[in-house]
């Protein structure tokens, strides 16, 4: 049987680290076209805190309003624990991960156990652990999104024009910056996917990793703008 609380990493105003809270909490209920997930691993992504101090970088008429006390986080892998009634698509003990609700408010991942929408979740592979199950799903569509499939029309309020990926083939050089980041490592992989001739942009202690993932160059960020000669 379900516990009525659990323990879940909370604000209750905006700014600095020094405002999560661990607290306890109600378990939440799934709604129709959701499930109740177990949480094992969540990810921490830019927009989490980027949400607790309050999207300052954001117009004043654009930052959001938030329902205090607020369960921060998006990025989840855990396990089906309940389904509404009428899910179908999951069962109790499947393995799950996935993005939830981003954009908009109300994930609440950092906690013990969380509700997600049917659609917003995918079975995690059994090769793959929860904990880097959970780190992959935004920096992963952000790669996706940004190098093969937009996948949406949604406007970004930062940016002027709306981005479009352009075709990788074989043919393509593609230069990825910050390659040993969260989103930067996942792009390699997939530009080498589509077999595009790929140089690596990032600190020298990374270059054997990013090789291994399949960098054809490397450019040590490090290194003196006349380094890069050699590449051409």
Known sequence: ML??????????EFGGPEVLRYEEVPVPRPRSGEVLVRVHAVGLNPPDWY?????????PEMRPQLPFPYVLGTDVSGVVVA???????FAVGDEVFGMLRFPQPGSAAYAQYVTAPVDELS????????????AVAMSGLTAWQYLLEQGHDHPNPLQAHQHTPVPITPETTVLVNGAAGGVGHLALQLAKWRGARVIAVASGRHED???ELG??????????????????
């Open 209 to 211: 990793l990013l090789r």
């Open 51 to 59: 949400l607790r101090e309050g999207m300052t970088a954001l117009p």
């Open 215 to 232: 960098a054809d160059e490397f450019i040590d960020y490090c290194l003196a703008p006349g380094s890069v000669e050699a590449l051409k």
């Open 83 to 89: 389904v509404a009634e009428g899910v179908t698509r």
């Open 3 to 12: 516990t009525k609380t659990m323990k879940a990493v909370q604000i209750h």
């Open 123 to 134: 079975l995690k592979p059994a090769a793959v652990s929860h904990q880097r199950a959970a």
